[in-house]
């Protein structure tokens, strides 16, 4: 069954720091990864999505995430913490089974220290 | 382009009430998805809608039902409300030719039960 972990429910960072969220996915076909943000009481906003054309994705907001295949990993990362990027993090599944539907992780929710 | 967008954006119902949740999917798009987000259970996929036809169905009870109309909105009603009902409801809705796969999310709507 295809599955999403996040290692670490939360994470603090100062600001101007590296950002990295980790994600590990078990899929027992060719995956459609994605992470999304979400800011206190909205819905869910696409970071990125990697659907195998490239290993190394680049998102909105400075957000990029590395696929490997061989550590069945999607780490986000960003080189630099902005207060602003303060927020849940999700990783993401899409799985096709005569349509699709999507397994989220359980979220990382990022904190940024002035 | 407007984005999905849901209604009501707050709803507080009893014990054994129903109620309808609404939601419109961005133009053009054919495939609306619904999920339920609380603290200890996070993201959980509910039900896909495709063309008036439900496509796939997460593991919840026979309370939890939806239906998609011929203009791809989508409505999902929750009957014998129980306190644990108690959640965001997120719409996510997909469909583009050249991008499939991308879900785009309203901004939800917060049930309370009391």
């Known amino acids: 069954a295809q599955s999403v972990t996040q290692l670490g429910s939360h994470v603090s960072v100062s600001e101007g720091a590296l950002v990295l969220l980790r994600c590990n996915y078990s899929?027992?076909?060719?995956?459609?990864l994605f992470w999304y943000v979400q800011y206190p009481n909205q819905g869910l906003q696409l970071l990125l999505k990697?659907?195998?054309?490239?290993?190394l994705v680049k998102g909105i907001n400075g957000f990029e995430a590395e696929f490997k295949k061989s550590e069945t990993s999607f780490h986000l990362t960003k080189p630099s913490a902005h207060m602003s990027d303060a927020a849940e993090y999700f990783c993401?599944?899409?799985?096709?089974?005569?349509?699709?539907?999507?397994?989220f992780g359980a979220g990382t929710r990022l904190f940024v220290k002035a | 382009k407007a984005g999905v967008t849901q209604t009501p954006r707050y709803l507080i119902k009893t014990r054994g009430q129903q109620v309808t949740l609404s939601c419109s999917p961005i133009s053009g798009h054919r495939s609306v998805s619904w999920y339920q987000q609380t603290p200890g259970q996070g993201l959980q996929f509910l039900f896909e809608y495709f063309s008036e036809t439900q496509r796939n169905k997460g593991n919840f009870p026979g309370r939890f039902s939806g239906r998609q109309f011929s203009n791809s909105r989508s409505e999902m009603n929750v009957s014998t409300l129980e306190l644990g009902d108690s959640a965001l409801y997120l719409c996510a809705s997909s469909g583009l030719a050249v991008d499939p796969d991308t879900q785009y999310f309203g901004p939800g709507t917060r049930l309370t039960v009391l």
């Open positions: 990697y659907t195998s054309a490239a290993t």
């Open positions: 993401a599944v899409s799985l096709h089974t005569g349509g699709f539907k999507t397994i």
């Open positions: 899929s027992s076909v060719p995956p459609y």
